[in-house]
C-alpha cells in the first residue's frame, strides 16, 4: 500500500480552501471598506437630523444649520412648585457640531464598525459647549428668584388682641448641582419636550423655620391670651394702680431662643409709664447733674436721688403673674432709689466749662401762632446735654408737633408751597440750632435746608426739619467733652448758645449767587387766609445755587474746611382766589365813520 506521503495532492484541498476563504474574506472586507466611504455611516442621525455620508465639515455645516433653533429653545424648569425656564444662551450652553459629529461613526478598519456602517448608522447624542461662568451666573439668577428665608412664628399683641404671625418653610436651590443637571438635560428630550410636562426638575432644600406652628400656638394659649385676659393690680408703698389689658399687650413682646421656643418679655418702662401717674404720689425721681448758665458761666448743678419704682423690677414682678388669675394676679413692688442717669462726678468731667458759640434769628412777630411754635419748640430743645460721641436728634429732643403738645398751626412748605400746619414756624428754631452748632464745629450727620429761599435766614446756612421724613442731626465728635445747649427768645428773636470746650475758630466763606432758575405764577382757588385748608399768597423768588465752606482753624492754623452747597428751587408767586389768569380786557370796537369813503 503506498505511503500517502507519496501522494500529497490527497492533503492539499485543505489548505487550500482555507486559503481561498481568507482571499474572499480579504476582499469583502476592503470591498465593504471601499463601500462605506470617507464619510459618516449612512443612516446616522442627530436629534432627528441626518448626517449620514456626509464629511465631517459638511455633517457639521448641517447641525448647525438644522438645530439652530434647537440649541436656542429655552429649558422649561421646576423648582419645587414654581416653574421657570432657561435660555441657553444666556446659561453658557450651545452646541459643540463639530465634537457631536466627532462622536458620530465614520469609516474604521475595525470590523464592528463596518459592519455597523454598512448597515446604516445609529442616532448620535449631541455634545454640548458649556460656559461654566456664565452657566453659574444663570443658576444664580435663577436662585435669586426661588430663594426664600423661612419665616419663624412669632406672636404680636395689637392694643388687647393676639395676633398669630404664620409659620412658613424657606427654600433654597442647590447650585451646583442645579449646574450639573442642567447641562446633562441639555438638547435632550426632557429640554425638548419640557412643554408636556417633563420638564427638568432642579434640586432644592426646604429650610424649616425655627419657630414652627406648633411652639406658636402654645405661646398664644398658655401665656400671650392670659397676659391680656384682666389687669394687674399694683401695689405701692400703700398707693395702688392697675395695669391695663392695653398696657400690658405694649409692654409684652416674644423672643426665640436657640431651641426655637418663644420666651415672654415685658418692657419695664412701657409699664411704668403706664402706672406713671397713679404713682406719682408715691415716687420722687432723680434728676441728673446740669448747668446753670444764668451767670453768663457753666455752674454745675448736682444731681438728686429720688425713690421710685424701678422698670426692672416691675417687670420682673409683673411677668410670673400674667398666667395667673383672679387675686394671684396681684402684685406689689417697692420704692428703690433712682439714680440720675447724669451723676455729679460724670457732669464736673464732661468739660462744660465756657460758651463755644451763640447765634441768634429774627423774625416778625406779627403772627402768634409763629410765636407759640417758636417758643414751645425753644423751651422742650432748653438745657440738651449731649455726651461725649452721642448725636443730637432735633426731631427726637423736641417731638412730634402736635396741638397736644402745645403747638399750633402755622405757615409750612409742603410741596413747593406755602400751606397751614401745626408746628409751622419751628424751622426758625432749627435754623438758629444749625447757625449755633456750624460755629461751634460739630458734625453734621443730617441736615436740609428749605427747597426755597427764605430772606431772613443765611444763605446756604439754614435748615428744616418734617416730623417723619426730615431731621437735624449732628454728632459730639469730642471723644472726651460734652455739648450742653441753651435757648432764649424775644417775641422777635431766637438764640441757640452751645456750651463746652472750645476746640476751634470757625469762619465762614460764601460765594456769589449761580445758575438762577426763574419762577412761575400759580393760580390757587382756594381762598385767602391762615386756617387749615385756606391758601397762603406769595411773591416769586428766583432759584439759585449757593457754596458755603467752613473754615477750622486750631492755633492760627486752618486744619480743615468743608463746603455746604445748596440749590434753591424757585418760589412760584401764588394767586389765591383763581384757578387761572385773568381774561385779556376787551379794546373796544372803532366807531363807523360817518365820512363818504374816498377814492385815491
Excluded at 443658576?139 to 392694643?159: C, H, I, M, N, Q
Excluded at 400656638?217 to 395702688?240: D, K, M, Q, Y
Amino acid at each position: 500500500m503506498p505511503d500517502p506521503a507519496d501522494r500529497p495532492w490527497v492533503l492539499r484541498p485543505v489548505p487550500l480552501a482555507l486559503g481561498l476563504l481568507v482571499v474572499v474574506v480579504a476582499v469583502l472586507y476592503v470591498g465593504a471598506y471601499v463601500l462605506v466611504g470617507p464619510g459618516i455611516a449612512r443612516g446616522t442621525t442627530v436629534l432627528g437630523v441626518a448626517i449620514g455620508g456626509r464629511s465631517p465639515a459638511a455633517a457639521t455645516r448641517v447641525l448647525e444649520r438644522e438645530l439652530a433653533d434647537e440649541s436656542r429653545a429655552p429649558i422649561p424648569v421646576r423648582i419645587g412648585d414654581v416653574d421657570s425656564t432657561v435660555a441657553p444662551r444666556r446659561a453658557g450652553l450651545s452646541l459643540d457640531a463639530a465634537a457631536t459629529v466627532d462622536a458620530a461613526r465614520t469609516r474604521s478598519w475595525n470590523p464592528v464598525d463596518l459592519v455597523v456602517a454598512l448597515i446604516g448608522g445609529a442616532g448620535v447624542a449631541p455634545v454640548a459647549a458649556v460656559d461654566r461662568a456664565a452657566l453659574g451666573a444663570e443658576v444664580a439668577r435663577l436662585a435669586d428668584t426661588v430663594d426664600r428665608e423661612p419665616v419663624d412664628g412669632a406672636v404680636e399683641l395689637s392694643k388687647s388682641e393676639v395676633v398669630r404671625v404664620e409659620a412658613k418653610e424657606g427654600i433654597t436651590l442647590d447650585r451646583p448641582r442645579t449646574m450639573d443637571r442642567l447641562r446633562a438635560a441639555y438638547l435632550t428630550p426632557r429640554h425638548l419636550r419640557g412643554a408636556d410636562g417633563k420638564r427638568v426638575r432642579l434640586p432644592a432644600k426646604v429650610v424649616e423655620p425655627a419657630v414652627k406652628a406648633a411652639e406658636v400656638e402654645r405661646a398664644v394659649t398658655e401665656i400671650a391670651e392670659p397676659a391680656v385676659s384682666a389687669a394687674v393690680p399694683l401695689t405701692v408703698e400703700g398707693t395702688t394702680a392697675a395695669i391695663q389689658p392695653e398696657a400690658i399687650a405694649q409692654a409684652l413682646s416674644f423672643t426665640a431662643d436657640a431651641d426655637g421656643v418663644l420666651q415672654p418679655k415685658l418692657n419695664g418702662r412701657r409699664l411704668h409709664a403706664a402706672v406713671a401717674d397713679e404713682l406719682a404720689e408715691v415716687e420722687q425721681p432723680g434728676q441728673d447733674a446740669t448747668f446753670d448758665v444764668s451767670s453768663g458761666s457753666p455752674q454745675l448743678v448736682p444731681a438728686k436721688q429720688g425713690k421710685a419704682v424701678r422698670p426692672a423690677t416691675l417687670a420682673a414682678a409683673v411677668l410670673p403673674a400674667l398666667t395667673l388669675t383672679g387675686s394671684d394676679r396681684a402684685v406689689t413692688v417697692p420704692l428703690e432709689v433712682s439714680a440720675p442717669d447724669v451723676t455729679t462726678a460724670t457732669a464736673r468731667g464732661l468739660g462744660v466749662r465756657e460758651l463755644v458759640a451763640s447765634f441768634t434769628t429774627y423774625y416778625p412777630s406779627d403772627f402768634a401762632p409763629r410765636l407759640t411754635n417758636i417758643h414751645r419748640a425753644a423751651d422742650l430743645l432748653n438745657r440738651t446735654l449731649v455726651l461725649p460721641g452721642e448725636e443730637f436728634s432735633f426731631n427726637g429732643t423736641v417731638g412730634e408737633r402736635t396741638e397736644a403738645r402745645g403747638f399750633a398751626a402755622g405757615i409750612i412748605i409742603n410741596n413747593g408751597k406755602l400751606e397751614v400746619d401745626f408746628g409751622g414756624g419751628v424751622s426758625q428754631l432749627v435754623t438758629t440750632t444749625f447757625n449755633a452748632f456750624y460755629f461751634a464745629g460739630l458734625d453734621f450727620v443730617e441736615y436740609h435746608p428749605h427747597s426755597f429761599y427764605i430772606s431772613r435766614y443765611p444763605e446756604g446756612r439754614e435748615a428744616t426739619v418734617a416730623w417723619g421724613s426730615k431731621d437735624l442731626r449732628v454728632k459730639n465728635d469730642d471723644d472726651e467733652h460734652a455739648v450742653f445747649v441753651t435757648t432764649s427768645y424775644t417775641n422777635g428773636s431766637v438764640t441757640v448758645r452751645v456750651w463746652g470746650t472750645d476746640r476751634y475758630r470757625i469762619e465762614s466763606v460764601k460765594s456769589g449767587r449761580t445758575d438762577f432758575r426763574s419762577f412761575r405764577t400759580v393760580y390757587d382757588p382756594r381762598p385767602t387766609g391762615l386756617s387749615e385748608g385756606n391758601c397762603v399768597p406769595s411773591g416769586g423768588v428766583l432759584g439759585f445755587k449757593v457754596v458755603v465752606t467752613r473754615l477750622f482753624y486750631a492755633g492760627g492754623t486752618k486744619v480743615r474746611s468743608e463746603d455746604f452747597r445748596t440749590s434753591y428751587n424757585p418760589e412760584n408767586q401764588v394767586v389765591c382766589g383763581r384757578s387761572g389768569p385773568p381774561e385779556p380786557t376787551k379794546k373796544p370796537k372803532p366807531k363807523p365813520t360817518t365820512e363818504p369813503t374816498q377814492s385815491t
